[in-house]
């Protein structure tokens, strides 16, 4: 499937759902994919992708945006916190702050910069054990203790188990962000793109949909 679909498709969701066009940010999942794809991508309009890793990040993207200083970069896997200072350094975003210690780096790097990508506090909607995130009953302790770093994390992000019906999901997600005050809704990817922006995602990340199959790694 065509970006030009993919966006069609997120405009016609849009639409269904009332909302007012361009008032979702598709991030184009460019992890593992070759240059030649991403390149194409860049070249077809797209500015926002979704990237895993910080050393293929730090690798691939430099130069891009020297030729597309419009790009913007924002981190969508799992963030060592060994390797925070070099990710504030490459992404606009951080989709997956998901513990303590993370907040902690972080917080002392914006602190030293003046300034800090934007943030995404990462709940694990589904409880699952083997899965990042901060557990539902403690978002609101976690977000009052990032605040008290100064930290001022925009959104939530959400991986709803697989095989499930993602709707209860997302609609946590949201019914927590209402009740924080959190703007950003960063949920759903290729195959509930659509469901998510009905239940008010600002981020999808699109991956497979967009390149096809991701080569291995």
Known sequence: ???????????????????????????AVSKLQPDAKVLQALQAGQHSFGENYVQETAAKWPAFREQFPEAQVHMIGPLQTNKAKQAVDLFDAIH?????????????????????????????????????GILPAGLET??????????????????????????PHFQMLADMAARHGLTGLSMGMSSDFEVAIAMGATHVRVGSAIFGARPQA
Do not use: H, W, Y
């Not at 499937?1 to 991030?27: D, H, K």
């Open 1 to 27: 499937m065509s970006l030009v679909e993919i966006r069609n498709r997120v405009a016609s969701a849009l639409a269904a759902a009332g909302r007012a066009p361009g008032s979702v940010t598709l991030l």
């Open 96 to 132: 997956t702050l998901d513990r303590a210690s993370l907040a902690e780096k972080l917080a002392k790097l914006a602190q030293a910069r003046g300034q800090s990508p934007a943030l995404f506090v990462q709940v694990n909607t589904g409880e699952e054990p083997q899965k990042a």
């Open 142 to 167: 976690f977000l009052k203790d990032c605040r008290g770093m100064d930290l001022k994390p925009q959104g939530l992000m959400c991986i709803p188990p697989d095989g499930v019906d993602p709707r």
